[in-house]
């Protein structure tokens, strides 16, 4: 993917669609992996408890950004300076918040067809803002708290891109009607029709950083012509001669 950034695709199935859906760049930056192998490792899982320790694990390095798979198959992201930027949100008693509630961080169900239901969770950061995802019915500007269909409608415009204060981009680069909650106990994408879960994580110091990168891999709009950036003046809003005067 492009420079400072992870595409994350994850599928039911044992292989993927192939398909890129709102990415248009080709791949330019395949990024460093490193795979961690503990030697050590001992323990086992019973029903929904888990005994021993297992420090083996899959990183990805492009950029500022890292993506971390440790063994117990949560995927965490990092910014190269060590702080934690997004983490998929797994509740079960091997889990750094131990939880017996044995709940995924994807979660796969029945569908239609051949599709499944799918679901995304990940850890809410205290503090943390979160702006974008296109045009809504609603006065919030920080979206935090707030649960968005994700669904075209007349007057609403779903783009399932968002920029956190913290310092990344997200995209849910999913075609399907759904939905996502930004809770204070946590996040929740979900596709009520799909194949895969596929979804994008930039990293950044700044808005525009984030915002360049996400337009290189979606497709940057075009120049306007020079013939459309003169004065444009409508005539169903005036009334009279005297109101076309400037």
Not at 31 to 46: L, T
Request: with cysteine; aromatic share 10%; hydrophobic share 35%.
């Amino acid at each position: 993917m492009g420079e400072r950034c992870t595409a994350c695709t994850r599928d039911k199935k044992s292989s993927f669609t192939g398909r890129d859906w709102a990415l248009e760049a080709k791949d330019a930056h395949a990024g460093e992996v490193e795979i961690f192998e503990d030697p050590s490792a001992k323990g086992g899982a019973f029903a929904n408890m888990y005994e021993g320790t297992d420090t083996s694990y899959g990183k990805i390095t492009n950029g500022k950004l890292h993506a971390v798979i440790d063994s117990g198959s949560v995927i965490t992201f990092y910014h190269e300076d060590g702080r934690v930027l997004l983490k998929e949100h797994f509740r079960r008693l091997r889990d750094e918040e131990s939880m017996p509630l044995n709940i995924m961080g994807r979660e796969y169900s029945n569908g239609v067809g051949d599709n499944f239901r799918i679901v995304a969770r990940f850890v809410a950061r205290k503090g943390e803002k979160i702006f974008g995802m296109g045009q809504y019915q609603q006065h919030e500007l920080d979206l935090k708290g707030c649960m968005l269909e994700l669904a075209q409608r007349n007057s609403q415009v779903s783009v399932p891109f968002y920029l956190s204060s913290i310092g990344y981009g997200f995209l849910w680069n999913n075609p399907g009607v759904g939905q996502v909650m930004f809770a204070n106990n946590g996040t929740e994408w979900v596709t009520e029709s799909g194949k895969e879960i596929d979804y994008l994580v930039i990293a950044g110091d700044m808005p525009a950083e984030i915002e360049e990168n996400y337009m290189t891999l979606t497709g940057k709009p075009p120049m306007m012509p020079e013939y459309g950036m003169g004065f444009w003046q409508c005539s169903s809003a005036t009334g009279t001669r005297n109101s076309f005067c400037l």
